[in-house]
T-cell receptor, first 109, second 117 residues
Framework: RKEVEQDPGPFNVPEGATVAFNCTYS??????FFWYRQDCRKEPKLLMS???SGNEDGRFTAQLNRASQYISLLIRDSKLSDSATYLC??????????FGTGTRLLVSP | NAGVTQTPKFRILKIGQSMTLQCTQD?????MYWYRQDPGMGLKLIYY???????DKGEVPNGYNVSRSTTEDFPLRLELAAPSQTSVYFC????????????????FGAGTRLSVL
């Protein structure tokens, strides 16, 4: 089983739609979790950290379910500029991040 | 704000050639990392460093070497380039905040696209 698994997509949604991605992780001792965004041929950039209580940043909401070992990202009111690959990232301990292969989102007019 | 700077941006190597990918950061971060990303794949950790003079292997270290003589610089060396090393290489840095791993936010350079032919 992969350490971090994501549906590669692509998820094709119209502008204004709500879309959700899930990610599962295998190491129950994982301590911190993140969503990174990667545009085509660019470097990953932090979108948001994921906290146990769930957290929201504008149109983006992240949730963590430790019991089921999954993380989710919800994007509301999708914009064309949200088109990118979203990477689920898990801290496996001592500064070592494990990256999922990413979920590709395409937002169309 | 320079952040993490990688050079070169692109490079084509012949099999057996060697080269050094440069990475420098101006954020005074202790932790630095090298990743490779193959098409359709996640980032794989090659080497990392927790401070000047200290380096350790990641998931895919074979064929690479690193050094960390200063806080700012973390070069990655390919000694005998092979086609399997064709990839995009990202350097990143981070710093613990308040001693907690929850704040391990890594900042990435723009990447080096390497082709070995």
């Amino acid at each position: 089983r992969k350490e971090v698994e994501q549906d590669p997509g692509p998820f094709n949604v119209p502008e204004g739609a709500t879309v959700a991605f899930n990610c599962t992780y295998s190491n129950s001792a994982s301590q911190s979790f993140f969503w990174y965004r990667q545009d085509c041929r660019k470097e990953p950039k932090l979108l948001m950290s994921v906290y146990s209580s769930g957290n929201e940043d504008g149109r983006f909401t992240a949730q963590l379910n430790r019991a089921s070992q999954y993380i989710s990202l919800l994007i509301r009111d999708s914009k064309l500029s949200d088109s990118a690959t979203y990477l689920c990232v898990v801290n496996a301990g001592f500064q070592k991040l494990v990256f999922g292969t990413g979920t590709r989102l395409l937002v169309s007019p | 704000n320079a952040g993490v700077t990688q050079t070169p941006k692109f490079r084509i190597l012949k099999i057996g050639q060697s080269m050094t990918l440069q990475c420098t950061q101006d954020m005074n971060h202790n932790y630095m990392y090298w990743y490779r990303q193959d098409p359709g794949m996640g980032l794989k950790l090659i080497y990392y460093s927790v401070g000047a003079g200290i380096t350790d292997k990641g998931e895919v270290p074979n064929g690479y070497n690193v050094s960390r003589s200063t806080t700012e610089d973390f070069p990655l060396r390919l000694e005998l380039a092979a086609p399997s090393q064709t990839s995009v290489y990202f350097c990143a840095s981070s710093q613990l905040a308040g001693g907690t791993l929850a704040k391990n936010i890594q900042y990435f350079g723009a990447g080096t696209r390497l082709s070995v032919l």
